[in-house]
């Protein structure tokens, strides 16, 4: 048994350095290096081991925490960050452990994790680099894992919405003003481009985080959707809704409906529900060849007509194909006989179109 003595344990400091010391080595080597992968994959076990133990053995939260400590101060999350692409696939998941652990773990009497402190005051790129995991795909699903646990605080939410992509500038978000328009070259804007241009498994991870950040802190996107709003629906209409990928195109339809019925954003709704093109995409949705499509397109579409606030470009354009709407919504999705909620919606909405003005009548807000 003496052979399992045989190398000397490292202390947390020495284990972090040598941690990000083999990283950078292994990130600058042109081709594979089997001993350097050796030597950081037995590294980065023995750190994840560390901070969650194993099914034998529990972690001492004092340990973590200097652990951690360690973590922090030498930089190595964004070291890590950074060159996630280059580990082999055991070390990225390893990484990713890592990464997720400094994330649930909260000192004694604190009630937010060491790591988001650190983050927001000192080391916002951590998380851009995260995001940049997207443009390749050995990256993609660790980075998304590790955005997704860091998505459940709203400060992390906000670095990604209001980073403006200026290289060598850090974030403060003491100074951000969210009624200052973002110039689009942020890192959230990224994520149109990895969603509707990427490979499948990294579009839809892609698609994971976005959603989360446009769901889980509602009072702050509500307030950036409104700041933003020209720009964030038409890319949301030209590159999402309008995407080539049956998958991107149902689940962004699907997200839009939920954008637009949650009460944090009543004023984004508004807005929405007021543009005449905006009711001309999702009216195309409800004559897709593919059922699901019509089924979440529906769903957009009753939030128009049941606006008893209708913009005079939205009454026009019902007005004029109240005809046709009345011939084609009786067998709309006429086999869905066991969605109860689904055939009253429909009712409603052909009542609602039947009642119609003969020609679009102001609504009392610009009367």
């Not at 960050?81 to 604190?110: T, W």
């Amino acid at each position: 048994m003496a052979f399992l003595f045989r190398n000397k344990q490292k202390s947390h400091a020495e284990l972090t350095r040598s941690t990000k010391d083999l990283t950078i080595r292994l990130s600058q080597e042109d081709k594979p290096n089997p001993k350097l992968e050796e030597e950081l994959a037995r590294d980065l076990q023995q750190m994840k081991v560390r901070l969650q133990g194993t099914p034998d053995t529990e972690v001492n939260p004092e340990l973590v925490f200097q652990l951690l400590s360690a973590i922090l101060s030498d930089d190595l999350l964004y070291v890590l960050a950074v060159n996630i692409h280059k580990l082999p696939f055991e070390s990225r998941k390893d990484a990713q452990v890592i990464f997720s652990s400094a994330f649930r773990y909260k000192p004694a009497g604190q009630t937010d994790p060491q790591v988001l402190h650190h983050i927001v005051q000192f080391r916002p790129d951590i998380i851009i680099a995260l995001c940049r995991g997207y443009d390749r795909r050995e990256s993609a699903m660790p980075c998304g894992g590790v955005l997704r646990e860091a998505l459940k605080y709203d400060a992390i939410a906000a670095l990604l919405l209001y980073d403006e992509g200026e290289d060598g500038k850090q974030l403060d978000l003491a100074n951000v003003n969210p009624d200052v328009p973002a110039s689009g070259g942020g890192i959230f804007w990224r994520f149109f481009d990895w969603i509707d241009k990427g490979a499948f498994e990294l579009s839809a991870d892609a698609f994971n985080t976005f959603r989360e950040i446009l769901t889980k802190h509602k009072p702050l996107v509500a307030t950036f959707l409104q700041t933003n709003f020209d720009m964030f629906f038409s890319k949301y209409n030209t590159m999402l809704i309008s995407s080539e990928s049956y998958v991107t195109k149902r689940q962004s339809i699907k997200l839009l409906g939920e954008i637009l019925l949650d009460r944090a954003n009543y004023s984004v709704m508004t807005q929405y529900v007021d543009s005449g093109e905006h009711l001309k995409i999702i009216m195309k949705l409800l004559r897709d060849d593919r059922r699901m499509i019509n089924y979440e397109g529906f769903h957009v579409f009753k939030v128009f007509v049941a606006n008893p606030n209708k913009s005079i470009a939205v009454q026009r354009i019902l007005i004029s194909n109240r005809e046709k709407l009345l011939r084609f919504l009786p067998s709309f999705l006429d086999d869905r006989t066991e969605d109860e909620q689904f055939i009253d919606e429909k009712s409603f909405l052909i009542r609602q179109i039947e009642q119609l003005p003969s020609q679009p009548i102001p609504p009392p807000a610009a009367a």
